[in-house]
């Protein structure tokens, strides 16, 4: 392995790690993964977007939900691990966004507005009239987007390992979405999410990760990611909603980054956990969980 593929490999995993792009693996038919007890309340439902199908999860009733959006390239299965324990007190959503998981995969641009955009379309076809985003790295842009156009029905965003902040510059992006566009690109996905597994997260969740990072098309993963690199979404507007920001430390954060992501949320909850990799609430569920219920109580959201 020569010195310029090392070079260049570690920078991919930087600007990554940083932007806070994920994966996860639905396995078809069904929620796998939950209990057979819990598997008979949750619903698998369509809606559709400008001709499109949208498939989501659907567990409990009611006007508000805790609606939960996976990163890039990745799918509802993304949480197993958390949907149940959530949904006990509170109505949860799982999406898969246009171009993932059961959803269609037509061809056009997949950018965080048109993923925000899905997000509303779910919500009309659930009759979910106000909302608690908790957005999973790409997720976290997509949840700010969908604030923009609707502040009055967004209540409060919880960031898992997401950025309210842009990483990298053209040249290394331009450099990165050339790579994703060439025939070699599952390999650069495969190595790059490799170094962004967690040491304690369970072989069966890497299985699962590993294969939902082939099983999305490359003109949308090529599309999504252009997305992200869009600088008109990485603006400092405000959130004067509640924010949870439950991140994985690594040394590729700047040291000022809870500061800075203060500035764009000032009633922001701030959590770094050390030892966990990018996916947080798939390596430390249980604790993910707990988290997120007791900023719900403490910010009396989703209250029944």
Known sequence: MNKKFIFLRRRLLCFLIAIGLVMSGFTGSGFAGVSAGTAKTLESRFTTLDGARIHYVNYGKGKEALILIHGWTMNVDNWRDNMAELAKRDR???IDLPGHGQSDKPQTTYSMEYFARAIEAVMR????KRAVLVGHS???PIARQFYRRNPAKTLGIVIADGSLRPF?????LDQLIAGFRAPGYRDQIAQMFAMMLGKNLSSEAQDRIKSSSVSTPQNVLVSAFEGMADPSIWGEDQITVPVLAIMAKNPFYPPNVEESFRKIAPKM???MWDGAGHFVMMER???FNELVLAWLDKNKLLMK
């Open 92 to 94: 949860v959503i799982a």
């Open 125 to 128: 076809d659930a009759n979910v």
């Open 138 to 140: 790409m997720g976290t």
């Open 168 to 172: 990298g510059n053209k040249a290394l």
């Open 269 to 271: 909850e701030f959590h």
């Open 285 to 287: 569920p249980q604790e």
